[in-house]
T-cell receptor, first 112, second 112 residues
Framework: GNSVTQMEGPVTLSEEAFLTINCTYT??????LFWYVQYPGEGLQLLLKATKADDKGSNKGFEATYRKETTSFHLEKGSVQVSDSAVYFC???????????FGTGTSLTVIP | EAGVTQFPSHSVIEKGQTVTLRCDPISGHDNLYWYRRVMGKEIKFLLHFVKESKQDESGMPNNRFLAERTGGTYSTLKVQPAELEDSGVYFC??????????FGSGTRLTVV
């Protein structure tokens, strides 16, 4: 079946620190991979996505590369800001279906 | 364009009571989805409407949950009777094409 495993939180970093949130997946087919972010009091927002192996998704300084050989889609940012404090969810969707499979979420707090 | 709107944002009810959650999708979006995040766990798919028809309800946990979508517009999710394990955040999303998801901010349900 399909599943997503992501790094347990919470994660606390100082401003300008490097961020990595690990995400690995299991899928029966050829999924597309996503990172969603939920800022306090808001809904889930698409942060970035990658639709095939070796694709790199990027947005707002965040990056993630679709690694088929390691079934991973780790989220990285070189220098985090206080405004990046949020909960981050890794997710996959099979190419032929509409349903998303999410990880448990990783809470990130960035302190000044 | 207005986003996906969910009502209420928070609900606290006693075990055995009934609660109805509402989701107003983006106007013109045929696809409407319900998801749920139980505390600390992954966000899980509940069901998918295409217009007023249930396309996939494989994620509905049991028959205490009833979802409807009147005239293919807004949707309601009723829990009757509510149990403690139903507590969590219920997300609604809508899309007009595959992967073009927009999520609402969620309804936090607490059953005491």
């Amino acid at each position: 079946g399909n599943s997503v495993t992501q790094m347990e939180g919470p994660v606390t970093l100082s401003e300008e620190a490097f961020l990595t949130i690990n995400c690995t997946y299991t899928a029966t087919g050829y999924p597309s991979l996503f990172w969603y972010v939920q800022y306090p009091g808001e809904g889930l927002q698409l942060l970035l996505k990658a639709t095939k192996a070796d694709d790199k998704g990027s947005n707002k300084g965040f990056e993630a590369t679709y690694r088929k050989e390691t079934t991973s889609f780790h989220l990285e940012k070189g220098s985090v800001q206080v405004s990046d404090s949020a909960v981050y969810f890794c997710a996959l969707s099979e190419s032929t279906g509409n349903q998303f499979y999410f990880g448990t979420g990783t809470s990130l707090t960035v302190i000044p | 364009e207005a986003g996906v709107t969910q009502f209420p944002s928070h609900s606290v009810i006693e075990k055995g009571q009934t609660v109805t959650l509402r989701c107003d999708p983006i106007s013109g979006h045929d696809n409407l989805y319900w998801y749920r995040r139980v505390m600390g766990k992954e966000i899980k798919f509940l069901l998918h409407f295409v217009k007023e028809s249930k396309q996939d309800e494989s994620g509905m946990p049991n028959n205490r949950f009833l979802a409807e979508r009147t005239g293919g517009t807004y949707s309601t999710l009723k829990v009757q009777p509510a149990e403690l394990e139903d507590s969590g955040v219920y997300f609604c999303a809508s899309s007009q094409r595959l992967y073009g998801y927009t999520f609402g901010s969620g309804t936090r349900l607490t059953v005491v």
